[in-house]
């Protein structure tokens, strides 16, 4: 069943490799994916996640993104008006390149990169459009459109707006219930009006 979310903040990480380009001038730029399409995540054990390709396509067009170190907002590290931050959904997901600034965080972020310090890229977005299945244990959310509001480089993964999600589950499932009572109820009230006009020509 396709729903309508809350619009609540959620944080999705992927622990994939980001890369460390070298530049001229001793510039600096990291790439890797903030999300995959098609991959089913776990999120707590409360339910399965999969984001669907187009997911990024509309809020790519308008979003203006910053990319931050752990979902920091004092850490700034790029930003997609300004160019320092590239953002493209592609076959595979979000992919994303940010050229690190000459600060005390852009020196330190690419020295954790070239460590191995840090687990991946994520992203934080508002979900717009959704699917629920729950013909499956633990149930099953699509995402299909997401409002982009940031990405991070992060050092260790996280899976905030849980409860964001949840209750989107519970809305979806109090959907569903008013949707079979309205549907009982028309049937219940086709078979009242066939009954009477059965027995008024009957009758007649």
Partial sequence: ??????????????????????????AATVTGYAAVFGDTADIGGYFREIIARGAFTNTLRTADVRAYFDHDRGRVLGRSTSGTLRLQEDQKGLAVEIDLPDTSDGRDVKELIQRGDVSGMSFGFSVLRQEWDETLDPPTRTILEVELREVSIVSEPAYEGTSIALRSLEDARKERRQQNFNAAAKRIGMKVSVDLRTRAMSKA
């Fill in 1 to 26: 069943m396709t729903t309508k979310p809350d619009g609540g903040a959620e944080q999705r990480s992927l622990i994939r490799p980001v890369e460390f380009r070298a530049g001229v001038g001793g």
